[in-house]
């Protein structure tokens, strides 16, 4: 199932081309250690399962595109959309045929256009090409709009400080990724070994020695994955997973212009 991120034919060129510089967002006026309570994301959004497809591009776009739409409406709504539409959509812009995984240039070029709700074109655990029309009427009322490239862990807790979406990683994924330590992956070791795509939306309780909040990492293996499907990383273990190479990291957003959704006061999250 970690096969999925089809990083040999990721493209980067257009990935870059058409991102957003993250100062737009980013300030430098948010210490991760006088962050509050996570926003509560994990509680929300839906834990899904990529059961035997190679779907984590499309399940990790569409979720962090819901997320986005959750802060939109300023967490009132939750809108369900197609990982299924996401994933074969995102590989007809790929180039790539069959169950053989996607990119997250693919991925985005594809929600650009659209994303139809789940129930219109729904994730039965086996894979098709073929929509109804009204998944792709339903389509266009909805579409990510930005993104930009993230190089470091400061700007992942500005990002999701100010609601602006969730990060979206295609990582190499190494035995503490696939088996979390109590649900907890507290390092990272960059491998050349299966690509895997997954989003970070929130931050948890749990904290570093040094006061800085682990990041809620959702995963598309389930419930039975890590803590109730998702995964606490290390700041350090996130930064790890940015330096790496083949590493592809970029924050996701529904707006057309990425600013902060949420305005601080003075220092604190409070």
């Known amino acids: 199932m970690s096969g999925g991120y089809r990083q040999d034919l990721e493209d980067y060129e257009y990935l870059k081309a058409n991102a ?7 300030f430098g006026d948010i210490d991760p250690r006088l962050l509050g309570k996570p926003m509560g994301l994990t509680n929300v959004i839906r834990k899904e399962n990529q059961s035997q497809m190679n779907s984590c591009a499309g399940n990790s776009g569409s979720t962090i595109f819901e997320a986005g739409l959750y802060h939109q409406s300023n967490h009132t709504i939750l809108i369900q959309l197609s990982r299924m ?4 959509k995102g590989q007809e812009k790929a180039g790539i ?7 997250l240039a693919g991925v985005l ?14 994730y039965t655990n086996s894979y098709y090409t073929h929509f109804s029309k009204q998944a792709e009427e339903d389509a266009p009322s909805r579409k990510v709009k930005s993104w930009s490239q993230v190089t470091t862990v400061q700007e992942v807790y500005e990002g999701l400080a100010k ?3 969730g990060l979206y990683l295609g990582i190499p994924w190494t035995g503490e990724c696939s088996n979390p330590n109590n649900g907890r992956i507290d390092y990272y ?15 948890c309780e749990e904290k570093s020695k040094d ?8 995963n598309s293996w389930g419930k039975s994955y890590g803590i109730d499907g998702n995964a606490h990383v290390h ?18 957003s529904d707006m057309e212009f990425i600013t902060p959704r949420f305005q601080l006061q003075g220092s604190s999250w409070f």
């Open 20 to 26: 957003q510089s993250s100062s737009q967002y980013c």
């Open 85 to 88: 539409w996401a994933y074969v």
């Open 97 to 103: 045929s069959g169950d053989n995984g996607a990119t």
């Open 109 to 122: 070029q594809a929600l650009k256009e659209g994303c139809p709700l789940e129930e219109l074109a729904p």
């Open 163 to 165: 609601r602006i979406g």
């Open 189 to 203: 070791r960059p491998a050349r070994v299966g690509g895997h795509a997954i989003c970070i939306l929130d931050w």
């Open 211 to 218: 006061g800085r909040p682990y990041l809620d990492l959702f």
């Open 235 to 252: 700041p350090d273990a996130l930064q790890q997973m940015l330096d790496c190479q083949l590493t592809t990291a970029y924050f996701v």
